[in-house]
């Protein structure tokens, strides 16, 4: 079945009980057994529940993979794949990842005795160097946050498979509509559901899925041990939001197209990170191993901090606010929101400038979203020059 169909219907036919045609939410802690330990594959929530099952079902199918586990958060999710680590075990990490990851790896992570290593530049040969018989596990998002960078998946996976090491994507910023990194050789997919997934900015959730039936056990073990399962509600809007993903993805990823080239073009816009722009360098790559390119871009305007300050402000539209994936267009500020947890020369080193704005761009209609921008930048360049004339 294509992608579309799976997005509806994996994990989420009818109940066999009542022919419900939407998964029922299972709101209940613990289930009925029979007679001492004789139950029907349910004895208590955390351990597993039927709405978090079809959840885990349909994301595995997503996602092209055979198990899939769902978290009560992306960081959850993250956890998850970390307590795969062992002390004097070597994590190498791609450099431009989700705040929380680095945060994680930073404060939780190193401190266990694990080496946590940043790997600066994109190239797979970077990530090859730096492989060492301790090493465990690469962590990569791609395209990632806030630059969309675009690492080569494939390429790295055929590394990490030589080398004996697990590969994990971050596929939060794609979602597997249009990106499915088990395809390409990853070992495992992380997810922030919160994003794309759920896709309503309604939840918080989390998943990893899988192919690799040792991983996926010891995974499940950690979900049922540490606890972070996701609530059931918050399970069944997740549920609801797949069917859409495609629907959603191909208007989002229409919109941002449309908006990268008009900040382009835009003489107050300095540079756009979008990787369906041809003269992105994560371009050629980005065609290759995506269906499409997404609904996240960022750009840097001409001046610094009270530019961006002025212009998220002006925004009517698009919200200020934290996350993404949304069908409402937000708008955020990395090095003062998202990445404020980062020292400000690493922020520095890493290109997320005070003049750098992030949009996730939703799916109203695209004329809307750039009278907004237009009329945005227009202010925010006014107050420049009125700083000039003082
Ligand atoms: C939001 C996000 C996370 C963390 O997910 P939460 O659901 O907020 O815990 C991880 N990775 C990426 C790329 C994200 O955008």
Redesign the pocket.
């Known amino acids: 079945m294509r992608f579309e169909t799976l997005a509806v219907h994996a994990g989420q036919s009818p109940d066999p009980a009542t022919g419900s045609v939407t998964v029922p939410l299972y709101q209940t802690a613990t289930f009925q057994q029979r007679a001492i330990g004789v139950h029907r594959g349910y004895e208590y929530s955390r351990t597993g529940n039927p709405t978090r099952a079809a959840l885990e079902e349909s994301l595995a199918a997503l996602e092209q993979g055979t198990h899939a586990l769902a978290f009560a958060?992306?960081?959850?999710?993250?956890m998850a794949v970390f307590s795969l680590l062992r002390p004097s075990d070597h994590i190498l990490c791609g450099e431009d990842?989700?705040g929380?990851?680095y945060r994680i790896l930073q404060r939780i992570i190193s401190p266990l005795g694990i080496t946590v290593e940043f790997v600066p530049e994109d190239a797979p040969e970077s990530f090859a160097q730096r492989i060492t018989p301790q090493t465990k596990m690469v962590w990569i998002?791609s395209p990632t946050?806030p630059l969309l960078r675009v690492l080569d998946i494939r390429e790295i996976a055929r590394i990490t498979a030589r080398r004996g090491v697990l590969l994990v994507v971050?596929n939060?910023?794609a979602s597997p509509f249009l990106q499915r990194p088990l395809e390409l050789g990853a070992d495992i997919v992380?997810h922030?559901?919160?994003?794309y997934l759920a896709g309503h900015s309604d939840c918080?959730?989390?998943a990893v899925i899988t192919n690799n039936k040792q991983v996926y056990q010891a995974m499940k073990f950690y979900q049922n041990a540490a606890g972070a399962v996701p609530g059931i509600l918050d399970t069944w809007l997740v549920l609801r939001g797949v069917k859409t993903l495609a629907l959603r993805m191909r208007e989002h990823s229409h919109n941002a197209l449309q908006i990268a080239q008009f900040l382009a073009a835009h003489p107050y816009v300095q540079r756009v990170h979008y990787p369906g722009l041809s003269q992105h360098p994560g371009y050629e790559t980005a065609k290759r191993q995506m269906y499409g390119f997404g609904g996240m871009l960022s750009f840097e305007l001409a001046e610094g901090f009270p530019a961006a300050e002025r212009l998220v402000q002006a925004l009517r539209i698009f919200t200020l606010a934290e996350?993404?994936?949304g069908v409402e267009s937000l708008v955020c500020h990395p090095a003062r929101m998202t990445h404020a947890s980062l020292p400000p020369e690493e922020r520095r080193r890493r290109g997320i400038t005070d003049n750098l704005v992030r949009l996730s761009v939703g799916v109203e209609d695209v004329e809307d979203l750039i009278a907004d921008l237009r009329q945005a930048l227009q202010l925010a360049a006014e107050g420049d020059q009125a700083t000039y004339d003082i």
């Open positions: 958060s992306g960081c959850a999710a993250t990842v989700y929380g990851t998002e946050n971050d939060t910023f992380v922030s559901t919160t994003k918080v959730g989390g996350s993404l994936g």
